[in-house]
């Protein structure tokens, strides 16, 4: 039952993230244009016969925070559809020498890997945190064309680098459930076994 509902749940965090990466990507297109409308129209305001609005066309100028912010919201797309989005198996892995393993090699190497990745992060998760939010540097240093709606300061650059701590921690987690989910399950089957498994499957109800 935990492990239903944890596939639930994990189901339903994929779902939401994967609406939530569409929006980004949505909001850079639909920047990426405006980008696009401001620098250009300008140059074709000739063409306009109503005198006010190629006179409107002539005064716009390229407004100049869209390249920081599209360049803001790839960064935190990457790493958030990295941490939230994008499986295990959807990574290019050479698992050669994991597939002629038995299962129980398998799973000893599966949770020494998990293992390493765990420490790896944790051992440099604090040096992380502090080069990103303990920098005085990462403070002071701002993205010049972009400012927080709301007070009107301009958004220090250890935004930018934050979405890589938050990839770190789901990173984190998602390798600690993997230890526990192959200590208690067993390892995972490769792509080409599953497969396999999946044709027999069809051909025994056929």
């Known amino acids: 039952m935990r492990e239903s509902n944890m596939q639930k749940f994990a189901?339903?965090?994929?779902?939401?993230?994967?609406?939530?990466a569409a929006i980004i990507l949505a909001a850079i297109f639909i920047i990426f244009l405006l980008q696009i409308f401001a620098r250009y129209i300008s140059k074709i305001?000739?063409?306009m016969?109503?005198?006010?609005?190629?006179?409107?066309?002539?005064?716009?100028?390229?407004?100049?925070?869209?390249?920081?912010?599209?360049s803001l919201l790839w960064v935190w797309l990457i790493f958030f559809g990295c941490a939230f989005i994008?499986?295990?198996?959807?990574?290019?892995?050479?698992?050669i020498l994991y597939l002629a393993f038995p299962d129980h090699l398998r799973k000893v190497a599966m949770i020494i890997i998990s293992?390493?990745?765990?420490?790896?992060?944790?051992?440099?998760?604090?040096?992380?945190?502090?080069?990103i939010f303990g920098s005085r540097l990462m403070?002071?240093?701002?993205?010049?064309?972009?400012?927080i709606p709301i007070?009107?300061?301009?958004?220090?650059?250890?935004?930018?680098?934050?979405?890589?701590?938050?990839?770190?921690?789901?990173?984190?987690?998602?390798?600690?459930?993997?230890?526990?989910?192959?200590?208690?399950?067993?390892?995972p089957k490769g792509a080409?076994?599953?497969?396999?498994?999946?044709q027999k499957e069809e051909l025994n109800e056929s």
């Open 115 to 131: 293992l390493i990745m765990i420490f790896v992060l944790l051992w440099s998760f604090l040096p992380t945190w502090e080069a």
């Open 49 to 70: 016969p109503i005198e006010s609005v190629s006179n409107w066309m002539s005064s716009v100028e390229p407004i100049g925070w869209t390249i920081n912010l599209i």
């Open 151 to 187: 007070t009107g300061d301009k958004i220090p650059i250890k935004w930018l680098f934050a979405s890589y701590i938050t990839l770190m921690i789901v990173v984190i987690l998602r390798y600690a459930w993997i230890c526990y989910d192959v200590s208690k399950n067993g390892a």
């Open 192 to 198: 080409i076994e599953e497969l396999s498994k999946t």
């Open 139 to 147: 403070e002071l240093k701002k993205i010049q064309t972009l400012k």
């Open 45 to 47: 305001a000739w063409l």
């Open 86 to 95: 994008v499986k295990e198996r959807d990574h290019v892995t050479f698992d």
């Open 11 to 20: 189901n339903r965090l994929t779902r939401g993230s994967e609406f939530i």
